[in-house]
Structures are given as C-alpha cells and as structure tokens.
C-alpha cells in the first residue's frame, strides 16, 4: 500500500473512533438473527403484506425462511439517467420470486435533473433535494418488513442522498442498482464548442438546440464525466454496485441480467443467504478512502467534496478536504473523460472502464484491497467483467491492460501524476478547485475582481461586453445558507469565450460547478460562506485577487489594514423565493459548511450519544 493512503486512512479511523464505534453499535442492535418482519405484531405486518398482489408472496412473507428484499427507487421520466428504472421493479421481482424470495417497493425517492434545472431556480432546491432523497429513503426503510434493500439511483444527488438515508439502516444487506449511460451522440466537445458559438451570437437558437438535441438524445446517463458518472465509478469501487455494470447501456439484455443478478446476489448476503454482510460493515474508512482514489484517479467532479464528506458523516465517518487533496495528491490522473478530455463514458468502459481502473490502482497500491464488498470480501473481486453468454451471466477476468490510452492509462504511465484536487486557502477562506480539466498555462491568474451577487449579472456584463479583460469572477452568496449552493455552470460559456479570446480569467464563488466544468479555474465551495461571515462579503470591484491552482493559494492583496477595516456587505434581499424554494429555508439554515458535506445532518449526527 502506499505510504499516504495508508497514513491517511489510519488518521481516519483515529479521527473518527468515537462516531465510528456509536455507528456500528448502533446497527449491529439492529440487525437481528431472524427477518426484521417477524418482530412486527400481526397488524403492522397484515398492513405490511395486504399489499401483495401475489398470494404466492404473501405466503412466502408469512414463512421467516426467504428474504423480503425492499426496492427503492428514483424512477422518473425527468432524468434520462433513470427512465430505464421504470421496468426495474417488476425485473426484480420477478427475478426474486424464481428464487423463492419476494421483492416489495417499499418506497419512490424524488430526483432532480440538474441538466433541467441548471441555470433556473430550481437548481437552488439541487443540493437540498439531496437531504430529501435521504428521508425519503428512511422512510420508505422505516417499514422494516425487510431483510436486504436494492437501491435504483445514479444522478447527481440521488446516489448521496439514497447512500445517506440507506447507511442509517447500514444493518441491512444492499445494492446499488445502475441503469447505464445512454449511447453516445455527438460529441461533448463539439457540444461545448456550439454553446460557445451561441454564447458569441455567432451560432443561432436552432444550431444549438439541434446540437442539445444530438447530444442528450435517448433514456441512459449522459455521457460527460459529470457528477453522474462519477457517481457510478464510485459506487462500483466502493463494491456497491456488481463489478464491472456502472457503464453497461439501457435497455440491452446484459444490462436486465445484471439487474435480475443483482438482486439474486443481494438475497446472498442476507442472513437467511448464509454469507450476511449489512451496508455498515461495507461502508468503512478504507472504502470510503478507496471511493476518494476512484475520485482522484478519474478527474471526477467537484461535488464528490460534497458528498463523500457527507456520505461518510452517515456511516460515523469524519473525512476532511485535506484528506481528499493528500490522496488526490499521490494519486495518478488514469482517465481523460470529458470534460477532462474528448472521450465519453461509453469510450471509457470500452477502454477497459472501472475493472482495469481498479487492476492498475491495485496493483499500484493506491487502493485498499482489504474491503467487504457486496461480493464477498476483497476487492480483487471486481476485476471480473459481465458477459452474457446463451442468455446465462459469465464472470471473466478484466483486461490487464487499456485498449486506449488516450483514455485510460495505468498507472505506471498517467496523463498526471497527481489527481488534480486542490484545496485553495487563503485570505478569502478554503474552497477546492479540480485542476485536471484546466490547461496547465490557465491554472494560475492574478486580476482584478469583479463582483457579481447573481450568475445572471455575469451573464449581462457579458453581453454588453464589459468583461474583454482579464478579471476573476467573484460570485456571491451562493452558499448553503445563503441560496442552497446551486452550481454555477451556466457561466461556463461565457469565462469560456474569454479564455479563448486569450483573456486570464478565473471564478470564485461560495457556490458549486457542475461535475461538466472544466477548463477555467474555478475556486468553488469557499468556506465560510459569504452569508455566513464569510470575506467574500468584502471584496470590492477591482480588488487584486489571485488564484493559483498549482499552489492552491488563495488570496485577496489589498493591504491587510484596508482589509481589516472593510465592512462585509449585506446579503441580496428577496431570494428564494418562488419555485418552492421558499419550502427549504429551515434545510439552507441546517446546513453544514461545504467542507462538512454542506449537509443538513451534520449537527444532529454529531449531538448522537
Ligand atoms: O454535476 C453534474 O454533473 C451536473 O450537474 C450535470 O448533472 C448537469 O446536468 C450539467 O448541467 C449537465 O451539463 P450541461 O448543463 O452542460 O448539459
Ligand atoms: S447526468 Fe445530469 S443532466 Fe444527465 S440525467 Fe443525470 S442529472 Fe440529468
């Protein structure tokens, strides 16, 4: 193993002794010998059953042999990502019934298509929606009629938020059920360079809703290396999903078969399947250190600072953004996936996708081997690949090698020697910045500011061509507290253009980017929040910032008296407002600062004794 994860993970475990040990007290109470039914009185469990459309299910529940498996899901037709969850349920239970087992929907969590919402108010409920997907899912597990969970999510928030929510019921058997990238349309890059083109008035409306309309084209997870897909690499390192089914298209007979599979295999580790092994026990500080190698090793998005942190929070875990920079720092850059390059998802998984990604980290040492996994103990286990072969499911050994390195590399030959997360510190508070997707002669930029209290200012500055100069972006009060942190991806197109047009541009912003940004540094995430005390709040117009990426410097050179004297600003009046946001306002003042996963849960997890 290499020496810093190793010293990481073990001041991990030390961190977290105290909430670690209260979490796993508190599911091993939990689980119980028998099915969690037979502890029902018989009129919680007659409601639990009179459901059953199926007698033969009925029966079964009332026999404590077989495994009541509890379906939850994020099925709707918003997300193209999870339209192929529709057929999902009765898949499973049909699959289930072959074995003898029963499959129930216990519960529909909501999910948010941040590809819909960007730019519009609903991305100021995005991050929030997250916490709800987390209740959602504890209520739909609350009936506890169940011995084992398949979990169907894959966007943004969804996979934290069912994490979150599923790891408080972590004495439970579970498996995260992926539904597939859908097939690749014209590419991201020639996506971006037409939103450009528009942004420049140099391509009309119908030039780039035909270009929209190519890209994002059929049911299936779009195909950038966004927050989605990163979610998926995630889940199959942190042995959650079957090894080597995250990038397996929609609709095609090897994906159905990994989905009947996966609920076979999640009655395997139930108690009554003889080899238990509850999402609590999988869930540890080596897989969640693993789950931030995968982050590192892929360029993946910026949100995992987010929702890792939050995720481990969940399972009594305390990882902080220098435990994520110290491993991304050690750890090589193995895949270009865009907006880290030009190749897609689809060309990824056929490069050799997460079974290679997982061979050549292993055998580099960057990633605990030592781990439960939903297919028993060792992750060495997910170096096997899914064929079908005669209709019949065949594990057989990954490639050793890539078949394209201009995608994937090992990592004895990485497109970078480090992961290119930074944290960025300084004067003006700790955010993160994903260096991996930014030309290295972009990385740093020292400029004036020019201050913006809304992405739409940007947008009008812009337009009235008020920006043609090298300045560093400063938007504000977009913070948890402040407007639930939306992503600020909008903005793209625009720092975009100035780039091209040789300007040295950068952004600094309270709030968050979509997993999709790329190549202008952004310093994001910043902590204290602008809202909440924040030096954001004081920064003037024309202020010298400068933001280095390559140190992860920070800093605002006004002379330190002047700045001590600045008044902060007070926050835009009116927001959230409008499009329920007005609905979350006890959840943005619950919100943890964005180091802290900028969770609503934080404080209440902490206070448990
Ligand atoms: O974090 C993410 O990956 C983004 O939130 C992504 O899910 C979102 O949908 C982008 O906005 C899509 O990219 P475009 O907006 O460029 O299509
Ligand atoms: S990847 Fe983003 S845009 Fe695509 S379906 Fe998921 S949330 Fe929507």
Redesign the pocket.
């Known amino acids: 193993m290499h020496p810093r994860v190793l010293e990481v993970t073990q001041r991990l475990v030390e961190r977290s002794r105290p909430t670690r040990e209260r979490y796993l007290a508190m599911i091993r109470a939990a689980a119980s010998d028998g099915p969690q039914r037979g502890k029902l009185q018989c009129a919680n469990f007659a409601h639990g059953v009179a459901g059953c459309g199926s007698s033969t299910d009925k029966q079964r529940l009332r026999l404590m042999d077989q495994a009541n498996v509890a379906i939850v899901s994020s099925y709707n037709d918003m997300l193209s990502a999870h339209q192929p969850y529709e057929h999902y349920p009765e898949l499973i239970k049909q699959a289930l019934r072959e074995i003898g087992s029963v499959g129930q929907f216990a519960g529909g969590v909501p999910a948010m298509?941040?590809?819909v919402t960007?730019g519009e108010a609903g991305m100021e409920l995005?991050l929030a929606s997250r916490e709800v997907i987390a209740m959602s899912t504890a209520v739909a597990l609350s009936h506890n009629m169940f011995d084992a969970a398949l979990l169907l999510g894959i966007?943004?928030k969804i996979i934290p938020g069912l994490m979150i929510g599923a790891l408080r019921f972590g004495h439970l058997p579970m498996i995260f059920v992926p539904g597939g990238p859908m097939p690749s349309g014209i590419s991201n890059k020639e996506?971006a360079r037409v939103?450009q083109a528009f942004a420049e008035g140099k391509a009309t409306r119908e030039e780039l809703l035909e270009s929209?309309m190519k890209?994002?084209h059929s049911p299936g997870t779009?195909t950038?290396y966004?927050?989605?897909n990163?979610n998926q690499v995630v889940m199959e390192v942190m042995g959650l999903h079957l090894p080597g089914s995250s990038f397996v298209n929609p609709y095609t007979p090897l994906r159905d078969e990994l989905t009947r599979e996966a609920a076979r295999q999640v009655t395997r580790i139930t108690h009554q399947g003889g080899n238990f092994m509850p999402l609590g026990e999988i869930v540890d500080e080596k897989s969640i250190v693993n789950s931030v190698v995968a982050l590192s090793a892929t360029g993946g998005?910026t949100?995992h600072t987010l929702h890792i942190p939050a995720i481990a929070q969940a399972a009594g875990i305390q990882l902080t953004w220098d435990d994520m920079a110290e491993i991304s720092a050690v750890t090589p850059t193995l895949a270009q996936v865009y907006p880290n390059g030009k190749a897609d998802v689809n060309h990824f998984h056929a490069a050799g996708g997460v079974n290679f990604m997982v061979h050549t980290l292993l055998e580099a040492g960057l990633l605990h081997e030592d781990v439960n996994t939903i297919m028993g103990r060792g992750l060495s286990r997910y170096l096997q690949e899914p064929f079908l072969v005669d209709g019949k499911l065949e594990w057989r050994t990954g490639r050793a090698e890539s078949l394209d390195e201009d995608i994937l590399r090992p990592a004895s030959r990485p497109f970078n020697e480090e992961g290119g997360l930074r944290v960025m510190q300084g004067n003006l508070g700790r955010g993160v910045m994903k260096v991996s997707a930014v030309a290295p002669n972009h990385q740093v930029v020292e400029a004036p500011a020019r201050v913006f209290h809304d992405q739409s200012e940007l947008a009008a500055a812009f337009k009235a061509g008020e920006l043609e100069r090298d300045f560093v972006a400063v938007v504000r009060f977009q913070g948890p507290k402040a407007l639930g942190m939306p992503?600020l991806?909008?903005l793209?197109p625009y720092l975009g253009v100035l780039q091209d047009r040789g300007f040295k541009v950068a952004l600094v912003t309270d709030g968050r980017m979509?997993?999709?940004s790329g190549k202008v540094p952004a310093a994001i995430h910043l902590c204290p929040e602008a809202i909440d005390g924040g030096p954001l709040a004081k920064v003037c117009d024309d202020d010298l910032i400068r933001v280095d990426g390559r140190t992860g410097e920070l800093k605002i050179l006004v002379p330190a008296d002047e700045w001590m004297a600045r008044q902060a600003v007070e926050a835009p009046q009116g927001t959230g407002v409008g499009c329920g946001r007005e609905l979350f306002a006890f959840m943005r003042g619950a919100m943890s600062t964005a180091e802290s996963g900028a969770s609503a849960f934080t404080s209440s997890l902490e206070a448990l004794k």
Do not use: V
């Open positions: 298509c941040d590809g960007q995005s966007c943004d996506k939103r929209e890209s994002y779009c950038f966004g927050t989605a990163t998005s949100n992503e991806h909008k793209t979509s997993g999709a």
